[in-house]
């Protein structure tokens, strides 16, 4: 099964994801864990990217996949199973976000064994190391766009992070949002204009 079928991205006929939805509809154990195989890292991208704890994304793709495994019999194919998917992860992460702005907000540094480290040090590219001086305009811009999506609502960063960071048409944003094409059109408009405001000279 390739790795990269969760890739494509509105494709509403996929005949191997389409034959493992059927088998595990019937019961096919082996089939579910294929499934979830296909799309796995896909959804743990889209939560850390969204939630930007890898925490909270790892307990997103548990509860994903098992409303998934509780759902799939109502799974009809009248849309792509990867924005079926979507459907359900965005949902569980605006849950998450919606709790974040009643509560404090999470601290970006985390204590390790060594020291205080950068929750997203964490999931930095290794070779990313060979050059310092990137390194810290990648973290000073990290920083920027940290403070950027905290300034936007759930929906807002939904939609920025789905367009610019999935890759996703606005016609399939709004599809997985349950709204229109030109709701999410708005949506990222707004969250653009907040975003390019708190950048500043980085863009």
């Known amino acids: 099964m390739p790795q990269d079928a969760a890739g494509t991205v509105g494709a509403r ?10 088998a595990a ?3 096919d154990q082996d089939a579910f864990e294929q499934l979830v195989r296909v799309y796995d890292q896909s959804v743990l991208r889209l939560a850390m990217n969204l939630l930007r704890s890898p925490e909270d994304a790892r307990d997103v793709y548990q509860e994903a996949f098992l409303r998934v495994y509780r759902n799939l ?7 792509s199973f990867h924005t079926w998917l979507y459907r359900i992860v965005t949902n569980i992460c605006l849950d998450q976000l919606r709790k974040r702005k009643v ?28 050059d310092p001086e990137r390194v810290t305009w990648n973290r000073q811009l990290g920083n920027r766009i940290e403070s950027a999506l905290g300034g936007l ?7 920025f992070e789905l367009r610019h960071y999935q890759g996703l048409r606005l016609r399939a944003i709004g599809d997985i949002l349950g709204t229109t094409e030109e709701a999410a059109k708005n949506c990222l408009f707004r969250a653009t204009q907040k975003m390019r405001g708190v ?3 980085f863009v």
């Open 13 to 22: 006929m996929n005949p191997q994801v389409d034959s493992l939805i059927r």
């Open 25 to 27: 509809q019937r019961g």
């Open 73 to 79: 019999q109502t799974f009809r194919f009248d849309c």
């Open 103 to 130: 509560r404090k907000e999470e601290a970006a540094v985390v204590e390790t064994s060594e020291g205080p480290v950068d929750r997203m040090d964490l999931f930095e590219e290794e070779h990313a190391a060979a």
């Open 153 to 159: 609502t759930p929906r807002e960063r939904m939609v």
């Open 199 to 201: 950048l500043g000279d």
